[in-house]
């Protein structure tokens, strides 16, 4: 359905509001109030089945009654009568709805489908889009409208706000009108049963009036439509997300160690990191990020220098900078020598550039011009911290002078306090520059922009690679997994697990089956060297802990001897485990290799995901992992490694030779592949993994099958 339709929602030219009340503190009232005060220069409609002057308008019994078709219909009526409302507004042929009230996912005694169902099948017949249900409605503040039953209108601006919560919506509004900042559109989506965030970034990316998208996500309901359309809008502007609560994870009891860590809420971290989302951490840095792209959304450098009259303050920004990812310009010889000229002897010195506490407005201001003409020294945070001594006014004052001369772009500030320092902060917004109460909370909103342009580029860089790929045998893969399924399994064995793997060309242990303690001296005695012996068993996941797993036998009489003791402990231990013999397998004898796990699990909102991290049996102890979707190219996958800790010890260290991550990355973009090709695939491990300088081999493989019949398309990224 085409997005145009939207245009009835954020541009209509008449409203009506079906469920309209005079009811004090009603919805239906609350709204009507909110519409008429609004500024909405269209018609407003209401309907009432009394007929009543509702606010000093006259209301219609009827929908048909209307004398003109409204573009957009606000519904502030009882679940159980949306679907008829829907069929009469269809009729009249209005083409938006909001629908208010929670609850429509239900059916009435009789009923053979919910409210939602029966709204959700009038829509899509009617080339209809409703936006809810369970929502606070919509505000358009430069259309003047205000169909919503919020207490606070919103002002107008350059931040599109999209939420899942009303509630959130409320305190945003609330927080952003006495700081005078405004939004292009204020959308509460509730429920999302139909218009969702897809829908809404990609009529948002286009916008001319807006120049930054925010959301606050608790859930995303198609994976394919939401990657494509913030991949889209975060090439043309800032995109941000504040993501609550967690996916329910099946990781319990999932097979593999990549079930067990791949959690739903590092799954959205590694979405919206592939679809250029810069992800807030908080409800506190979501109000900084807004406040700093309310009157910026560029950044000049990703260097700041720090000028203020409090080192205790100076020195707290720092920290935040740092912590913040963000880096401090370093103050050039030349530089301090300018500063020398115009400060007393006592300034810092350095960065911050602490100029004493009883700086007034034009010792500010000759520093700062010291500054902006260093050609070292990018973005400037300005602090003011109140004494007795001087004016946070008047500092502000000589500051913004001095701006407006240069109009350099590269100021923003921090008045830090209360009441005392709001005359300051009143100044610089006026102005149109950021200014903050606290130095942490200035360079938390600076860094989210200066992160968000330095993803896009990343994601501008990394997208367009094209990296082959090592021949597969798809046939062989087709040929197993259907084997495996027809037998009623879904965990393949060791040894079939690695056969997929040698058929996509990851590089695997050889490895042999035995039946028989027997049959596995036999083996061993045929490979003629050290090998590892495996208990095969469907029933029996993870066979180290199991006491399945012997290392390092050097004669066929330690095979026998532990196949027998191992049949004997595991028989104890697991008197239900099917027994299928012993996997005999060719130790790896590496000196001291990385043990690597690269995994696939099913995440239910996003799909199969990758995940590569430090592997070995202390895996899910040690927790050191990255996540990323597939399919990957080279610059992809060599991304998420260099997420993990062990990635800087694979570098190389000491006497230690790097390791070869052309071969990690290889392994991953295969598997990448694999999971492309075969939507079967619902769990792998490669686990270890040993990487080193002479390339990388998989020791162990899992892989877990399963018919996939969903409608869904498997995959977030196309």
């Known amino acids: 359905m085409s997005v145009n339709v939207l245009d009835k929602l954020f541009k ?118 409703l936006m809810g249900p369970n929502c606070l409605g919509l505000l358009v503040p430069h259309m003047g409208v205000n169909a919503s039953f919020s207490c606070s209108p919103a002002l107008e601006g350059h931040i599109a706000f999209i939420s899942q919560s009303g509630a959130l919506c409320v305190s945003v509004l609330d927080w952003a009108k006495p700081k005078n900042i405004g939004f292009s559109y204020f959308a509460s989506i509730g429920d999302a049963a139909d218009l969702n965030f897809d829908d809404m970034l990609e009529y948002l990316a286009d916008d001319p009036k807006t120049n930054a998208i925010f959301m606050y996500v608790e859930s995303i309901k198609n994976r394919e439509k939401f990657m494509k359309a913030a991949l889209a809008a975060s090439k043309k502007k800032p995109v941000f997300a504040i993501k609550s609560g967690r996916v329910p994870e099946g990781a319990a009891a999932a097979a593999s160690h990549t079930g067990a860590l791949a959690g739903g809420d590092d799954v959205y971290d590694a979405a919206f990191l592939r679809a250029g989302v810069v992800r807030l951490e908080d409800l506190e840095d979501m109000y900084a990020a807004i406040l700093f792209l309310e009157y910026r959304n560029k950044v000049k450098d990703e260097k700041v220098t720090i000028l203020t009259n409090g080192g205790g303050p100076g020195v707290l920004a720092v920290d935040g900078l740092i912590k913040s990812g963000g880096k401090l310009t370093k103050i050039s010889d030349e530089t301090k020598k300018k500063l020398d000229e115009v400060l007393p002897s006592t300034w810092s010195h350095g960065n911050p550039v602490d100029i004493i506490g009883d700086a007034p407005g034009a010792r500010y201001a000759d520093a700062l011009k010291v500054l902006l003409d260093a050609p070292e020294v990018g973005e400037i945070l300005v602090m003011y911290v109140p004494t007795g001594i001087s004016s946070g006014s008047e500092v502000a004052e000589k500051v913004l002078e001095v701006e407006t001369e240069r109009k350099s772009g590269r ?138 797993v012997a290392l ?113 990355v290889s392994a991953m973009m295969q598997i990448g592949q694999l999971v492309v090709d075969f939507e079967e695939v619902t769990e792998l491990d490669a686990n270890p993994l040993f990487v080193d300088e002479n390339g990388a081999i998989a020791v162990d493989a899992r892989i877990v099958v399963k018919k996939y019949d969903s409608p869904k398309h498997r995959l977030a990224m196309l």
């Open 12 to 129: 209509p030219e008449a409203i009506v509001l079906v469920g309209a009340s005079n009811r004090p503190m009603s919805v239906g009232s609350v709204i009507m109030k909110n519409l008429l005060e609004g500024g909405f220069k269209g018609n407003i409609f209401a309907v009432n089945p009394k007929g009543e002057v509702i606010h000093g308008e006259q209301s219609y019994k009827t929908i048909a009654e209307l004398p003109k078709t409204p573009d957009l219909a606000v519904l502030a009526i009882r679940p159980s009568l949306v679907p008829e409302t829907l069929e009469q507004l269809a009729e009249k042929g209005t083409k938006a709805v909001i629908i208010i009230a929670a609850g429509l996912n239900v059916k009435d005694e009789g009923m053979d489908k919910t409210h939602q169902e029966l709204a959700l099948e009038i829509a899509h017949k009617n080339g209809m889009r």
């Open 411 to 548: 100021i923003f500030g921090c008045w830090v306090g209360g009441d005392v320092v709001m005359p300051g902060i009143k100044m610089f917004n006026d102005n149109r520059l950021p200014c903050f109460e606290s130095g942490e909370r200035g360079v938390k909103g600076f860094m989210y922009l200066n992160n968000f342009y330095k993803l896009r580029a990343q994601r501008d860089e990394q997208d367009v690679v094209t990296t082959p790929l090592k021949p597969v045998d798809k046939e062989k893969v087709r040929g197993i997994f259907d084997a495996v399924m027809a037998e009623g399994r879904s965990m393949l064995t060791e040894a079939e697990a690695k056969q997929v793997f040698e058929a996509y060309n990851i590089p695997v242990v050889r490895t042999r089956i035995a039946a028989n303690p027997a049959e596995a001296k036999k083996l061993a005695e045929e490979i003629g060297a050290t090998v590892a012996l495996k208990i095969l068993s469907n029933d029996i996941s993870h066979k180290s802990d199991a006491g399945g």
């Open 552 to 664: 390092n036998l050097k004669t066929p009489e330690e095979v026998e001897k532990a196949a027998e003791e191992m049949l004997e402990r595991i028989g104890k231990n697991f008197p239900d485990a099917k027994l299928d013999g012993f996997t005999v397998q060719e130790m790896v004898m590496k000196k001291n290799p990385h043990e690597v796990i690269v995994g696939v699990t099913t995440d239910p909102i996003f799909g199969p995901v990758i995940m590569v991290g430090q592997g070995g049996t202390a895996v899910e102890l040690v927790k050191d992992t990255a996540i990323a979707l597939p399919p990957l190219n080279k610059p992809q996958a060599l991304d998420a490694i260099s997420r993990t800790k062990i990635f800087k010890l694979m570098e190389g260290y000491r006497d230690r030779p790097a390791a070869d991550l052309d071969a990690l």
